[in-house]
């Protein structure tokens, strides 16, 4: 069994409250006690069918000294209490079954706790071989029932004098990951809730001096309306800004929903301890001083945050710049920023507090409302993944923008994201596109990854906007905020001069949209409106002296259309007299009923500002100023479009046996080393996935070379087995297509002398014909397993022509793998060639991705090159190098994703 600490964590509940889970020690026994103490007489009856006062001292023994495998039990903490306790108990006459059993102190009741802990019991159990789960449950036990109805495992119940049996599969089910799913995305969002709606607001460090940061903080929450109440702190001074100061929250008469902490750090502690005895819900840290300075730093961090755990608050920060929030019920300007947007259906998260500001203020100059802004800084208790987790259902946000640094758990992110996109658009800029990270290139799939590839293939799968600036990130968020997601790629360009329509055009072809040629009926409607110098096959060129009528009847005619999908208007001012009207002119026809269905785009290339009436809060349509920003923000909204209409896809399953696989591996390994598989080994795992491969044998001499190839017929391969080659054809450590026993001794003597530590040679059937493509994958230490499709050969790294993928894939992700790569229409038969069998090959990356599930160990693999053979005969695994290193506990750092972690 793993260390038993690796399954402790902090759960939230569905009231947004934290917990602490861990699993229970043989020190908890006065806790259980104590526990014991403070349930009612119900409660008692409910857990142990009979009315107690306290354990005996048998039952404290038995109920805290477990194996961890066949008996296991969790308790819940708060405030350094156990407050709940989850339990099995294998029934020896029942192979694979187990008891389960809930106790819940009865103040705590009613937030949650039992469905947390069932859901963690049942992860557990399920690595410890546990099958199925049976609980006996009274039947006026309501509560404990609905847990078990509402947990989506399929239950089975016998009522027999008055006590149900209920017993039910500890596998994971669709329905079991959809409530916990649902229940997750419920209690994050309600322990979020407090920062956005508090009814009482505290500012521990405000201060009287308006160039501080606690004193603009403070201003910033008086001058901005706040809803409620707003109480300074400040032991120094009686009264700021006009409002009476206390010396400490503790002495703040009202209860505090929500504190600011503006403290140096060495009083950050000591803050944070009193509004956790004040009963304070959440905390904003403004302070800095924590783990972006160093060890020490760090080490305060941690502190901090173990405090607001143990007392089951929520933190933002520390590190950051604020919150707030638009929305005229509360109107929280919780930053110290100059800027309060308005409000809008746009949240916004900025890892950097500097550039938050930045952000604010660039949205305000473009008039891009917003909804909800926050600064995580640190986050080392809210993360991007909660936030989004609160954006999901929240009315007011149609619009998701985060600005990333770095990512805590992308597999969370991932799944979560992937599932918001299919309803809300989140544009993203991620920050470190070039640094590589500290890969050795051992294999070719791990000098072709990188960590920005990683965020490419996350962002991809997740339907994630992703956008290389800041600029970029703005022009596509004014599209999405204001416009619908466009139908179709064609787009129509209206324009009153022909340079910035050409510009136009270039930009939209080389994103992948279609500047359609108009259809002799739309062009004779069109010419109806226009001078007889104008241009009307797409793009329309009004000419230079189109005036407000012109721009009027074309936008309609075309927004009428079912000719187009999107349409761009292109403005060249040629001279300050009636500009005003043409905006308005063009901001009207953009508005109108015709024009609902359609995205429109305004492009005004102007250095002066734009007319009032264009910036205003009713104007829908988005302006850029030059047509390549309009075409990238257009692309951006397509690709979207088109990514949230596709196929889901579905995470297939195998039926694999693994155990040779894992017995092998579990020979191999060295604690705290990476090692590269045996050819031999390398067989049993491929073979254990399913995956073809030639026959071949391990020689240790000429003569055992000669005799196997001899058995087998026909040419062979000869490859050096070599702790060093790690890509044998460039020390000249393979031998191609050998035949005769002369032939194949001098093969033999040519790729041991290629290496000094030559350990033999891989002797293998030799596959002649066929595509070769590579399949593979590296584990990255922040995103986990990576895959890879493309070109293969020796020539992989050189065209570069791959494609990567986040694990799990889905059926769609292996199919549009295949799909991205230039190569591809090499397996279609390209100007007549041979055909690939491409759903064997999308049938390897499946069962490499299901590998890799099945056999956590695996972090570098190359199966390159992998012979695409002819449709329906698959594929032929040629050459392959498997690299594997211990795991201990339950999670991969790179691959948790515990459903409802704080």
């Not at 309306?225 to 300074?232: E, L, N, Q, R, T």
């Not at 300050?576 to 015709?594: C, L, W």
Request: hydrophobic share 45%; with cysteine; charged share 25%.
């Amino acid at each position: 069994m793993p260390d038993i600490h690796d399954w402790s964590f902090n759960a939230v509940l569905k009231d947004g409250g934290v917990v602490r889970i861990r699993p229970i020690e043989e020190s908890d026994g006065e806790h259980l006690q104590e526990m014991v103490r403070h349930m009612g007489r119900e409660s008692l009856y409910n857990r142990f069918f009979r009315v107690k006062s306290e354990l005996t001292e048998e039952e404290v023994d038995h109920f805290t000294h477990l194996d961890y495998s066949s008996r296991m039990a969790f308790v819940a903490e708060l405030h350094g209490e156990v407050v709940a306790v989850a339990r099995y108990d294998t029934i020896p006459e029942e192979p694979g079954v187990a008891e389960v059993a809930f106790a819940v102190r009865d103040a705590q009741q009613g937030r949650g706790l039992a469905t947390r802990m069932l859901q963690h019991l049942t992860a557990y159990a399920r690595q410890a071989n546990i099958e199925r789960f049976k609980a006996l449950v009274l039947a006026e036990n309501y509560a404990m029932i609905r847990v078990f109805r509402n947990s989506g495992f399929r239950l089975t119940r016998d009522l027999e004098e008055g006590v149900y049996t209920v017993e039910f599969p500890t596998d994971e089910s669709d329905e079991s990951r959809a409530v916990e799913e649902a229940n997750e995305r419920h209690a994050v969002a309600a322990s979020i809730l407090p920062f956005f709606y508090p009814k009482t607001v505290a500012v521990i460090g405000a201060s009287r001096d308006p160039r501080s940061i606690g004193g603009r903080l403070f201003a910033n929450l008086v001058n901005g309306d706040f809803a409620g109440p707003v109480f300074p702190v400040n032991p120094s001074a009686g009264v700021v800004r006009s409002v009476k100061a206390y010396p400490s929250v503790a002495d703040i008469p009202d209860a505090i929903d929500l504190a600011f902490l503006v403290v140096p750090a060495s009083r950050a502690i000591q803050a944070a301890t009193e509004c956790a005895e004040k009963g304070v819900r959440s905390l904003v840290v403004i302070t800095a001083g924590f783990s972006e300075t160093g060890d020490e730093g760090a080490e305060l961090e941690r502190e901090l945050l173990d405090l607001v755990r143990s007392a089951g608050m929520r933190m933002i920060g520390p590190n950051c710049m604020g919150i707030l929030n638009t929305d005229p019920a509360v109107s929280l300007d919780g930053q110290f920023g100059p800027i309060f947007p308005a409000r809008g259906n746009v949240a916004m998260s900025s890892q950097s507090g500097a550039l938050g500001l930045a952000i604010l203020d660039y949205a305000h100059r473009l008039n891009i409302g917003i909804s909800s802004f926050v600064s995580i800084g640190n986050k080392a208790d809210v993360s991007g993944n909660d936030l989004l987790l609160y954006w999901e259902e929240d009315p007011a946000t149609d619009v998701i923008l985060l600005y990333l640094e770095s990512f805590g758990s992308p597999r969370r992110f991932a799944r979560i994201a992937r599932r918001i996109g299919r309803h809300k658009p989140i544009v993203a800029v991620k920050s470190g596109r070039t640094s590589a990270g500290a890969r050795a290139a051992s294999s070719h799939t791990g000098s072709l990854a990188s960590a920005d590839v990683a965020v490419e293939a996350l962002f991809r799968q997740a339907g994630v906007i992703r956008t290389s600036t800041l600029a970029e990130l703005f022009d596509v968020t004014a599209l999405l905020a204001n416009q619908p997601l466009p139908t179709g790629r064609r787009v129509g360009v209206i324009t009153n001069a022909g340079g910035p329509a050409i510009l136009a055009v270039d930009a939209l072809s080389a994103n992948g949209l279609e500047v359609v040629e108009f259809s002799d009926a739309l062009q004779a409607q069109l010419r109806q409106h226009l001078s007889a110098a104008a241009a009307v096959g797409n793009p329309v060129d009004m000419i230079a002296s189109a005036d407000p009528r012109h721009y009027t009847a074309c936008i309609e005619t075309l927004c009428s259309s079912d000719e187009i999908d999107s349409l761009i208007v292109i403005y060249i001012p040629t001279s300050d007299e009636g500009m005003g009207e043409i905006v308005s002119a063009i901001k009207t026809a953009g508005s109108s009923e015709e024009a609902a269905e359609k995205v429109v785009l305004t492009v005004i290339m102007s250095a002066a500002d734009l007319p009032d009436q264009f910036g205003d809060e009713e104007s829908r349509t988005p302006s850029f100023q030059f047509p390549e920003s309009a075409a990238r923000a257009l692309a951006a909204a397509a690709d979207y479009a088109d990514w949230r209409n596709r196929d889901e896809g579905e995470i297939p399953t195998f039926d694999m046996d693994l155990e040779p696989a894992r017995q092998v591996i579990a020979a191999a390994v060295r604690e705290g080393e990476r090692v590269w598989l045996d050819p031999d080994d390398v067989q049993v795992v491929l073979e254990a996935a399913g995956l073809r491969t030639p026959q071949s044998f391990v020689a240790g001499s000429p003569d055992e070379a000669v005799e196997w190839a001899a058995e087998t017929g026909g040419p062979v391969v000869l490859k050096v087995v070599s702790e060093s080659a790690v890509h044998k054809s460039d020390v000249g450590g393979i031998a191609l297509d050998v035949s005769g026993a002369d032939a194949i001794r001098e093969a033999y003597a040519a790729v041991t002398a290629a290496v000094d530590d030559a350990d033999g040679v891989l002797v293998q059937e030799f596959v002649s014909g066929g595509h070769e493509v590579i399949i593979g994958m590296t584990e990255d230490p922040t995103f986990g397993p990576l895959l890879a499709f493309g070109l293969g050969g020796v020539f992989v790294e050189l065209v570069g022509d791959v494609a990567f993928r986040i694990h799990p894939l889905t059926d769609v992700d292996a199919a549009e793998m295949i799909g991205s790569v230039k190569a591809a229409r090499l397996l279609e038969g390209y100007r007549g060639g041979d055909e690939g069998d491409i759903p064997g090959v999308q049938d390897a990356l499946l069962r490499v991705s299901a590998l890799i599930d099945g056999l956590p160990e695996i972090v570098e693999m190359d199966l390159n090159p992998v012979k695409v053979k002819p449709p329906g005969q698959g594929i032929s695994v040629v050459d392959a190098r498997i690299r594997v290193q211990s795991v201990s506990g339950p999670w991969i750092p790179s691959r948790r994703d515990v459903v409802g972690e704080a």
